[in-house]
């Protein structure tokens, strides 16, 4: 019920404020496990797609918007726990493997698990290399992935900006990619790498992002 409310009141705000552009919505099924890729811009990334999708959607997000101390602190806790964020410490080996198991706890109950394949925030608006966590949940879960594309979303809060900003947003969803088929005869390390490849391939097509061709490294400000 709570989430039900803070996404039914942060949509209705979120639309009067940036009205974003919503297309292909109807990609998601009204049902069932389903696996949401998408590039990623902006910390506002984990409110935006909670918010544009109609069904619950669980995510990963960083402990420490879990730990902030102050009303600001506070604020950010109860805002990610009512969007259904799960904390995660990154960083770690353990903290990935964690991350994994929740979402193919999630998948099996039947729900939306949404990650972001490249990891971190894109520094400077290209899209990088996707780990292949996402195959190995799509791989291991038979779930459909529907690779979901955002664009604007890097100028509402930029990386450094203490405050959010109004501009005009899109999120974008494609068509379900199926891999419950079709990837028994290879090695897993082979098969995760082309699921991989292939859901970000579907994102950029999405969103006409550069491709930088390497793995986003940076660590520091997520």
């Known amino acids: 019920m709570l989430y039900d409310a803070v996404r039914a009141a942060g ?60 009303a600001a602190g506070r604020l950010s806790r109860a805002a990610f726990t009512a969007l259904g964020a799960v904390p995660v410490e990154r960083g770690s080996g353990g903290g990935a493997l964690e991350a994994l198991e929740l979402g193919l706890r999630c ?3 039947g729900g939306v698990f949404s990650i972001y394949p490249e990891g971190t925030r894109s520094p400077d608006g290209r899209l990088y290399r996707g780990r292949t966590g996402v195959a190995h949940l799509a791989l291991t879960s038979g779930a459909p992935v529907v690779p979901v594309g ?7 809060q930029p990386i450094g900006s203490r405050l959010p900003r109004i501009a005009p947003i899109a999120v ?4 379900p990619l199926d ?42 400000g997520e």
């Not at 949509?11 to 949401?36: F, S, W």
């Not at 974008?172 to 068509?175: E, I, L, P």
């Open 107 to 109: 998948l099996k109950d």
């Open 150 to 156: 955002l664009t604007g979303t890097e100028r509402i």
């Open 172 to 175: 974008r969803f494609g068509a």
């Open 11 to 70: 949509a209705r705000l979120g639309r009067a404020l940036y009205r974003p552009r919503v297309e292909g919505l109807e990609h998601v099924p009204a049902e069932g496990p389903v696996i949401l890729a998408a590039n990623h811009l902006s910390f506002c990334d984990s409110v935006v797609i909670p918010l544009a999708v109609p069904r619950r959607v669980r995510f990963l997000a960083k402990a420490e918007y879990f730990t902030g101390a102050g």
């Open 179 to 220: 891999f419950s088929t079709g990837y028994g005869h290879l090695r897993s390390g082979r098969a995760r790498r082309l699921v991989t490849d292939e859901v970000m391939a579907a994102i950029r097509s999405l969103t006409g992002q550069e491709d930088a061709g390497v793995y986003n490294g940076r660590a520091a």
